[in-house]
Nanobody, 121 residues
Framework: VQLQASGGGLVQVGGSLRLSCAASGGTFGGMGWFRQAPGKEREFIAAVKWSGDSTAYEDSVTGRFTISRDDVKNTMYLQMISLKPEDTAVYYC?????????????????WGQGTQVTVSS
C-alpha cells in the first residue's frame, strides 16, 4: 500500500487547511494522521475506522480538526480550522492492516511521506 499526503503549506493563525492522503496498491483498515514538530516525538492527531463511522481525536485538535475518508476515491482528509502556531509540524498519514482501528503509531503498517504545515503568527 502506498500513501501520498498533500495539502500542507503556510497559513496564518486562525486560518484553515485541508490535507489529503491518497491510497493505492492494496487493502487496508483504519487510517490516521500523525504529526511531528522539530525536536518532538511523533504524535497522534486523528483516526478513522475502515467503515468511516468511528473517529478519534487528540484532545488539542478536537473541535478544530475533522478526519474523513472517501473509499470511492481511496482518499482520507484532514480538515483543519482555527490553526495555531503549535499546529506547525510535518503531518503524516498512515494506514493499518485490515480490521485494525487504533491511535497508536506502532500499530500502523503503512506510512506516507509527510507534508509540512506551518502556522505563522
Amino acid at each position: 500500500v502506498q500513501l501520498q499526503a498533500s495539502g500542507g503549506g503556510l497559513v496564518q493563525v486562525g486560518g484553515s487547511l485541508r490535507l489529503s492522503c491518497a491510497a493505492s496498491g492494496g487493502t487496508f483498515g483504519g487510517m490516521g494522521w500523525f504529526r511531528q514538530a522539530p525536536g518532538k516525538e511523533r504524535e497522534f492527531i486523528a483516526a478513522v475506522k475502515w467503515s468511516g463511522d468511528s473517529t478519534a481525536y487528540e484532545d488539542s485538535v478536537t473541535g478544530r480538526f475533522t478526519i474523513s475518508r472517501d473509499d470511492v476515491k481511496n482518499t482520507m482528509y484532514l480538515q483543519m480550522i482555527s490553526l495555531k502556531p503549535e499546529d506547525t509540524a510535518v503531518y503524516y498519514c498512515a494506514a493499518t492492516a485490515q480490521g485494525v482501528f487504533t491511535i497508536f503509531p506502532e500499530e500502523y503498517k503503512y506510512w506516507g511521506q509527510g507534508t509540512q504545515v506551518t502556522v505563522s503568527s
